[in-house]
């Protein structure tokens, strides 16, 4: 689709104003708003973040790109959101300690409160003690995490020792997440459950409340 094409460059080039323009035409248009986050906006991102590990676009590319993404997800977020009439309990989500990543998290944050669930987002450099301390205070059926930095993972194993240590780990699950994570470093960690993606972690969520 042309638009869609077009919603990937403007998000590559940074073009904020745009790229908004563009996910709006796309929705006058009858298009799903999943479609135009996934075969637009995240392929956008994911074309940049090639070109970024390639030394071909710095952070300042980058930063632009990520600021044009968060204006058209704040038009798709009520539309992401459809279908959510009916609570499926509490998520507390956020970016682990060191970690500022925050566009996946985002957009698996959406998800969740489009599928029903109540989302508490601690944002990104969350310390372990603030994922607890939230455990601790929203009672949450699930805890995700996510992370896109290889040093900030294990930060992620600590979250789950701290649980386990503070005896809360049985009361929530916990179910990770970010592109350098992977089943198996789900597995030696102890977390409930891992997914590549954020319609995954919306199954994830569902199947393990059940
Ligand atoms: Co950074 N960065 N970055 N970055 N950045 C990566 C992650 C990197 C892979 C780029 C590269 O190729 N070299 C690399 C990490 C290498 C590694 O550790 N393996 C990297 C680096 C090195 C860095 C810095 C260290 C750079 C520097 O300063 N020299 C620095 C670190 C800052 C910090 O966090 N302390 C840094 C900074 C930044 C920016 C600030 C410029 C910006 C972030 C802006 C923001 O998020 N607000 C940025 C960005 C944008 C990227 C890339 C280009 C794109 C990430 C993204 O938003 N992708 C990224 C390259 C890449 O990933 N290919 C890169 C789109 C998003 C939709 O996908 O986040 O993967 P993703 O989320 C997906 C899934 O992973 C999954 O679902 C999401 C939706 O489908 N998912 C979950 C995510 N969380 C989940 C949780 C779940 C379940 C699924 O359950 C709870």
């Known amino acids: ?33 999943s479609e135009i986050l996934n075969n637009g906006l995240i392929k956008g991102m994911n074309s940049i ?3 970024f590990r390639n030394n071909e676009v710095f952070i300042p590319e980058v ?37 500022l990543h925050d566009i996946g998290k985002n957009i698996v944050g959406i998800m969740l409160e489009g599928a029903g669930f109540e989302v508490i987002d ?4 969350t ?15 699930v805890v995700g995490l996510s992370a896109l930095l290889t040093t900030t993972m294990p930060s992620m194993k600590q979250v789950v020792e701290k649980l386990r240590e503070e005896n809360l ?3 929530v699950k916990v179910i990770i997440g970010g592109a350098p994570v ?5 597995d030696e960690i102890g977390a409930d459950g891992y997914s590549a993606d954020a319609t995954g972690a919306v199954d994830l969520a569902k199947a393990l409340i059940n």
């Open 63 to 99: 930063l632009v790109a990520a600021r044009a993404m968060k204006g058209a997800l704040e038009i798709l977020r009520p539309l992401l959101g459809e279908g959510g009439a009916d609570s499926k309990g509490k998520v507390v989500i956020g970016t682990v300690k060191g970690d």
């Open 169 to 171: 780990r049985d009361a």
């Open 1 to 33: 689709m042309e638009i869609l094409n077009k919603l990937a460059e403007n998000i590559e080039a940074g073009n904020a104003a745009e790229t908004k323009n563009l996910t709006q035409k796309a929705l006058e248009q009858g298009m799903m708003a």
């Open 182 to 186: 992977t089943q198996p470093f789900a």
């Open 122 to 125: 601690l944002g990104t450099d």
């Open 49 to 51: 973040g090639v070109k």
């Open 127 to 141: 310390p372990v003690e603030k994922f607890v301390e939230a455990v601790k205070s929203h009672k949450p059926a």
